[in-house]
Nanobody, 130 residues
């Protein structure tokens, strides 16, 4: 059974940095090498927003315009841990951040299509004070 567990959330002042981690268990590389992983965020009362996604095979990444140049998505060499380095945080970045995976055979661009993401972590809270 695939499980995604996020960590690294917390409270930070505007301009600060946080690094989120997502550990994947229950999936082997042969299953997920042509798959996508990503970070999404949600504020209560608003729709979930795709923040950054990565195509596992190539490492090709896509970012929401609002975080380009500030956030970096990456994966470790074993492809079992996903990271989101968040720099220059703003109050508008405050949300619950979710790690998600889309397992299957996808192209890199298909990682930008949120409907493919079927596996989700429980989320980690990020608070940014001004």
């Amino acid at each position: 059974q695939v499980q995604l567990v996020e960590s690294g959330g917390g409270s930070v002042q505007a301009g600060g940095s946080l690094r989120l981690s997502c550990t994947v268990s229950g999936a082997t590389y042969s299953i997920y090498r042509d798959s996508c992983m990503g970070w999404f965020r949600q504020i209560p009362g608003k729709e979930r927003e795709q923040v950054a996604v990565i195509y596992i095979r190539s490492g090709t990444a896509y970012y929401a315009d609002s975080v380009k140049g500030r956030f970096t998505i990456s994966q470790d060499n074993t492809k079992t841990t996903l990271y989101l380095q968040m720099n220059s945080l703003r109050p508008g970045d405050a949300a619950t951040y979710y790690c998600a995976a889309a397992y299957g055979t996808y192209s890199a661009y298909q990682c930008t299509e949120s409907r493919h993401f079927a596996y989700w972590g429980r989320g980690t809270q990020v608070t940014v004070s001004s």
